[in-house]
C-alpha cells in the first residue's frame, strides 16, 4: 500500500474522530471545558439552528409549567443551562405567568445572548441570569417553586449529580421538569444518557420524588416531570421580593444568604460584578 492511502486514511479517521467528539457528541467526551467552549462558539448561532416555534414552545412548556403551577401566584422557577432563554420567554409569552425566572448557565456567550434576546420580551425584568455551573447550584435548599433543566444533562460530566442540585432546591410540592435524549441521538452518546423509563425509576426511588411521568416532546427529547413531596405553600409566595435573585443568593465568600440588589452580600459586604448586559458573575475567573 503507498504512503499515499495510508495517509489519507489516517487523515479521514482523524477527521471522522472530530466530527463525532466535537460535532456528534458536542465536547461530551472531551469534558466540561470544551463543551462550555462549544456552546459559546454557537452562541449567536443556537437560536437560528434550533428554530423554536412559539406555538409549541407554550403548549408544551409556557402552558403546562403554569398549570402545575397555578396555586402560586408568583411562582419562582430556576431554569438551569438557560441557554439563550428559551425557557424563560416561553413563560414571559404567557399571559397568566407573573412569576420571576432565574437562568442559570456557564456559557457566557450563550447567557449574553440570553440577555439579548430578552430585550424584546415583555416582563423582561422579572428574569434574571447568573453565570455559574449547574454542580453547585448556590441558592439554599427548597427555593424554588418549579426546576427546570432542558437539553443540557447529557452534556453535564455527572449528571445525575446535577439532578441531586435540582432535587435539593425545590421547594416541597414544586415541580421539577427535565428533558432525556432519546432515539439516535442517545444512542450515539454511549454511557452518557439513560433509557426514560430508567431515569423515571430513578427520580422516584433515589431522589424521592413523586408522580414521575414523562410526555412526548421532540423528535430527539422527551420530557419528564416529577414532584418533590409535600404541598406548595402559597404563604411562601415570593412576591414581596423586589429582587428574587440577590435575595435567594448563598454569598460565596461568607455563605450566607441574601444580596442588596445591587449585590453586595447583606452579612459581609462582598460584591458579586455585573455585566453590562446584567448578567451576574458568580463564576469568577
Ligand atoms: C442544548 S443547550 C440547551 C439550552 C436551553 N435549555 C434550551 O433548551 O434551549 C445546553 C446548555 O447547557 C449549558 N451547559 C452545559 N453544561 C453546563 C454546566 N455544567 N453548567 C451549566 N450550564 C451548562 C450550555 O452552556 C448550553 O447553554
Not at 470544551?34 to 462558539?41: A, E, H, K, Q
Amino acid at each position: 500500500m503507498s504512503i499515499w492511502i495510508i495517509l489519507a486514511a489516517l487523515i479521514i479517521l482523524i477527521g471522522a474522530a472530530a466530527w463525532y467528539l466535537l460535532i456528534t457528541t458536542e465536547g461530551v467526551y472531551l469534558g466540561r471545558r470544551v463543551v462550555i467552549f462549544l456552546y459559546d462558539l454557537y452562541a449567536s448561532r443556537y437560536d437560528r439552528i434550533k428554530r423554536f416555534e412559539a406555538v409549541w414552545e407554550s403548549e408544551r412548556l409556557g402552558q403546562p409549567l403554569l398549570q402545575v403551577l397555578e396555586e402560586i401566584d408568583q411562582p419562582l422557577i430556576l431554569d438551569v443551562a438557560v441557554g439563550t432563554a428559551r425557557l424563560p420567554i416561553a413563560l414571559l409569552r404567557e399571559n397568566a405567568f407573573r412569576g420571576y425566572v432565574i437562568g442559570l448557565d456557564f456559557s457566557r456567550k450563550m447567557l449574553a445572548q440570553a440577555a439579548h434576546n430578552l430585550t424584546s420580551e415583555r416582563g423582561a425584568q422579572r428574569v434574571a441570569l447568573i453565570h455559574q455551573t449547574a454542580e453547585a447550584l448556590p441558592f439554599p435548599d427548597e427555593t424554588f417553586d418549579g426546576v427546570t433543566c432542558l437539553e443540557a444533562l447529557e452534556f453535564m460530566p455527572r449528571p445525575l449529580q446535577v439532578v441531586g442540585e435540582l432535587v435539593r432546591v425545590l421547594r416541597p410540592g414544586g415541580v421539577l421538569l427535565i428533558s432525556n435524549r432519546k432515539g439516535t441521538g442517545a444512542r450515539l452518546m454511549p454511557g452518557k444518557t439513560l433509557s426514560t423509563e430508567r431515569l423515571l425509576t430513578l427520580l422516584e426511588h433515589d431522589f424521592g420524588l413523586s408522580d414521575v411521568r414523562k410526555a412526548i416532546w421532540q423528535v430527539d427529547y422527551e420530557q419528564v416531570w416529577a414532584f418533590k413531596p409535600g404541598l406548595l405553600d402559597p404563604a411562601l409566595d415570593i412576591a414581596p421580593a423586589a429582587a428574587p435573585l440577590a435575595e435567594r443568593l448563598v454569598c460565596p465568600r461568607c455563605g450566607k444568604v441574601g444580596f442588596t440588589p445591587s449585590y453586595a452580600c447583606r452579612a459581609c459586604g462582598g460584591t458579586l460584578p455585573t455585566g453590562t448586559d446584567g448578567v451576574v458573575e458568580y463564576h469568577q475567573g
